[in-house]
């Protein structure tokens, strides 16, 4: 028993207390009878709010009548007795023991402050609850399959202050929030409760170090704020790009990238927030997350005037596509038509560079067909196949530049008119190329009178250096030459014609074009009629 003593002159009469003393410990102890109460409001609500919710929910249950106990009945005997046993005047003996009821009394003030520091924890948890379905109502649409919005810090906010408890709860606030507005399959909605729970799980992984190591400085629960927002950031925005990328069968790399990746610094402030909603609470109980309601909504404004003037951005960006896509439809539709007009005018002239010539009248188309054949034969794509058939029918264009005296002499040329003649080849080439659209069959047209040997013009090139389209006209524009009759010689019979070609293989011609004809003659692929169409099958 603690026993005040005051100066020898004042102390009480052996044997007992002055009527003053009695009154004044009477007195005492009715005010210290009322401190079970305080006692319990700490141990229901603030001990609960730093130490986490295992205790709140060990002192709200069966520990409770123990806590009350305790702090009901111990405190008031140990306090209230005590101070009534105390005196201002002496240090005689204690009074009396405390009548049962009043022991009673000191109990059910106990008790009743562990409830109301409960029912404080269960209103901060229904605000917490609140504020995430305000922010999910308030939330912002910025593709045909996400939102975003305030709730996270909600979320983050709750779980700092209440532990993994919290996270159900505040998933299915914000996703019921977010079905009533529309209204989404049964298993997206599975999906998001999921998600957002496993989000907030994480999130308060974090926070629980704080629950390990006690009371921490302001600065640790804000810079474990911003951790926790990366991690929930991390387990939400993964998931949902997972999701995504399953079902549009696309990479999770590049949904996340694309749809998520430009919200890292919101979570990351997110989670700053939240930490110091939590703080404030602390400090400021409720009062606290409702002084913040006014920054979140600021924050949501933001937040919906970047996604507009991102989604105009987007909305400009798909328009000026959509013209560019228009305007090069047209110009495609232009440049084919460009195309077939010179084509046009190209195998005109082709037709008149044989006319020069009765005795090579379609020379040219007959060469074109020959190295298709050849061509096919080989393994060529239809692309290939294109730009050949195109070398093929224009080879001879640049005889164009040849006079008349030189090309349709009936005697063997002299050196100066060889020489002549055989700039042929390059002339064809520089008319070709200034065509634009027949770049690539320029090399075919400029080489095919070069030899495999290397003896050749314009250039001497030698075996694999000579374009494989180029070896391939020279062989099917020697064929036909001689299945013709010239005006310098007599045609020739076919079997001569292969005959010839074998023979000058590895010099001057390619043995592999020269064995791809043979095989097509030898099947029948090749019709040896004289001036004659000679492609039984042309390739397509």
């Known amino acids: ?61 069966d520990v409770g009548k123990d806590v009350g106990t305790l702090v009901g009945t111990e405190v008031g005997t140990l306090v209230g007795v005590d101070v009534a046993g105390v005196v201002e005047v002496g240090c005689g003996p204690p009074e009396a ?75 299915l606030a914000s996703v019921t929030v977010a079905w009533s507005t529309n209204r989404a399959p049964v298993h997206q909605v599975l999906f998001n409760v999921g998600a957002l729970s496993l989000a907030s799980l994480a999130a308060a992984g974090v926070f629980a170090t704080i629950h390990v190591r006690g009371n921490v400085n302001d600065f640790v629960l804000a810079s474990l704020g911003v951790v926790g927002g990366a991690v929930y950031y991390a387990v939400n925005m993964g998931l949902l790009s997972f999701a995504v990328a399953l079902e549009g069968h696309t990479s999770w790399r590049a949904e996340w990238r694309e749809k998520f990746g430009w919200l890292t610094t919101h979570y990351l402030a997110y989670g700053f927030v939240g930490a110091v909603i939590a703080i404030a609470y602390h400090a400021a109980g409720l009062y606290a997350l409702a002084a913040f309601a006014v920054p979140l909504f600021v924050l949501r404004q933001t937040q919906q005037a970047y996604v507009a003037h991102a989604q105009r951005s987007a909305e400009k960006l798909r328009s000026a596509a959509q013209t560019i896509q228009t305007q090069n439809v047209s110009l495609e539709e232009a440049n084919k038509a460009l195309k077939d007009r010179s084509t046009a005018a190209m195998e005109s002239l082709s037709a008149t560079v044989d006319a020069r010539d009765t ?58 008119e060889w020489t002549v003649m055989q700039k042929h080849a390059g002339e064809g080439a520089q008319i070709i190329d200034r065509l634009g659209f027949l770049t690539d069959a320029v090399p075919a047209i400029r080489h095919h009178h070069e030899r495999f040997d290397g003896r050749g013009y314009p250039d001497n090139l030698a075996g694999e250096e000579i374009p494989l389209g180029a070896r391939i006209i020279h062989v099917a524009d020697a064929f036909d030459s001689m299945l013709s009759t010239r005006v310098y010689r007599p045609a020739r019979a076919p079997r ?18 020269v064995s791809a004809l043979e095989d097509l003659v030898g099947r029948g692929g090749v019709e040896l009629g004289y001036h004659e169409p000679h492609l039984a099958a042309v390739a397509s």
């Open 97 to 171: 023991p405390l009548p049962r009821d009043e022991e009673a009394d000191a109990w059910l003030a106990g008790a009743a402050g562990l409830a109301i520091g409960h029912l404080h924890h269960a209103l901060a948890l229904a605000a917490v609850v609140a504020l995430v379905g305000a922010g999910q109502a308030l939330a912002l649409d910025y593709d045909d399959h996400s939102t975003i919005s305030v709730a996270a810090v909600g979320a983050l906010a709750g779980v700092a202050l209440f532990g993994p408890k919290a996270a159900l709860p505040l998933a």
């Open 359 to 416: 005795y090579t009248a379609g020379h040219s188309r007959r060469v074109q067909q020959v190295a298709l054949a050849i061509g096919a034969e080989l393994g060529f794509s239809q692309a290939e196949l294109d730009l050949l058939g195109h070398a093929a029918l224009f080879h001879d264009i640049g005889k164009l530049a040849v006079p008349d005296n030189i090309l349709l002499k009936p005697s063997s040329l002299s050196r100066e």
């Open 1 to 61: 028993m603690s026993v005040l003593c005051g100066s020898p002159a004042t102390r009480a009469p052996p044997g007992g207390a002055s009527l003053t003393g009695r009154r004044a410990g009477r007195a005492r102890y009715q005010r210290a009878a009322r401190r079970p109460y305080s006692a319990g409001r700490l141990a229901g609500s603030d001990v609960d709010r730093f130490v986490g919710s295992d205790v709140g929910r060990e002192v709200g249950s």
């Open 496 to 513: 001569d014609a292969l005959r010839e070609l074998r023979e000058h293989a590895g010099k001057q011609f390619c043995p592999r074009c």
